[in-house]
């Protein structure tokens, strides 16, 4: 399927979005917005004028209690912590109280610091990109380092771009990506899900890897009833995450630096998020998969969202 329409030249605009200050990118039929402010979180995605992110909470709520919505960074870690305590690279961290639990009293998500900055904003053809950094400094995750990220929106995708880059002493690497992602006007049950061949992280009770596993094939099903909180890796090169319907295809793709996804999709919410993990949940705690990235050194990884339709 692919979009068939002409690209007008890309723009770059400021805005306001529930009260917060947004910059809005445009390039052909795809638009999206995100809020440097507010932990960088990406707020919209529109293709054709229809929104393809989950917004029904708002920011003000992500804002106030950490609302799904969006495309929010996971950092310094994405999904959860089985403890409030972990080791690692010599030091041995306690996790402040106010931070973000679920439902068994679990840290999770890590933090959402405001101290981003926007570096540059520009267009150039049918590009629009938009470079923003983060000098990281928490109690939560005493590791000096600074975060860039770098949006660049083509008529055909979303690719974000992330590099943490550490000061004098290594820095555990376990940030990810939560999109939450819709079909608008397509019922839940009838969009299809398409995931690659990979091996899935069984868990607990808790929804903490247990350190059990099963190798599943590739498939391509109807959501339908399903349900997905499940994670999973040995994913292979550039895994591709697609959910189908309508006539429009959304595929978030793993373009380096992440070799963990969670597929989330609760039964009851038209949504289902492919969410790129540079490290498994609970890694922070457990070791299993961390890597870190060296002193004075960095870490690099990248995805993508892209759109295609049949419908022009």
């Given amino acids: ?20 200050d947004a910059i809005r990118l445009a390039a052909g039929p795809l638009e999206a917005a ?13 293709h054709n004028g229809e929104e393809l992110l989950s ?22 870690w994405a999904n959860r912590l089985d403890r409030p305590t972990y080791e690692a690279a010599g030091l041995a961290v306690r996790l402040p109280s106010g931070l973000p639990v679920d439902e068994h009293g679990l840290p999770i998500h890590g933090v959402r610091p405001s101290g981003w900055r926007v570096v540059a904003a520009g267009a150039d053809g049918d590009r629009a990109s938009l ?3 983060l000098d990281f ?28 880059r550490a000061r004098e002493r290594p ?9 939450y992602l819709r079909l608008p006007g397509v019922p839940r049950g009838e969009w299809v899900v398409a995931l690659p061949a990979r091996r899935h992280l069984l868990t607990d009770d808790r929804s903490i890897p247990s350190g059990a596993t099963v190798r599943e094939p590739a498939e391509v099903k ?30 978030v793709r793993f373009l380096a630096g992440y070799p963990v996804a969670q597929v989330f ?37 990248a995805f993508e969202i892209s759109v295609a339709s049949s419908r022009e």
């Fill in 1 to 20: 399927m692919t979009d068939l329409r002409v690209s007008a030249p890309a723009t770059v605009c400021d805005e306001s979005i529930d009260g917060f």
């Fill in 34 to 46: 995100f809020v440097p402010h507010v932990g960088m979180a990406g707020v919209s995605l529109r």
């Fill in 55 to 76: 917004r029904e909470a708002g920011l003000a709520a992500y804002v106030a209690h950490g609302a799904v919505m969006g495309i929010p960074l996971l950092h310094p």
């Fill in 131 to 133: 470079i923003a950094e």
């Fill in 137 to 164: 400094s928490e109690a939560a995750f005493p590791f000096a380092h600074r975060m860039e990220q770098r949006v660049t929106l083509s008529p055909a995708a979303l690719t974000i771009e992330t590099a943490l």
């Fill in 171 to 179: 820095v555990p690497v376990s940030f990810g990506f939560h999109p």
């Fill in 222 to 251: 109807p959501l339908g009833r399903r349900s997905f909180d499940d994670g999973y890796d040995e994913l292979g090169p550039e895994p591709r995450f697609t959910v189908s319907g309508g006539g429009r295809a959304v595929t």
């Fill in 265 to 301: 999709a609760p039964r009851d919410h038209a949504v289902i998020c492919f969410e790129p993990m540079t490290a498994p949940t609970n890694a922070l705690v457990s070791g299993r998969g961390l890597r870190f990235a060296p002193p004075a050194g960095a870490f690099h990884a």
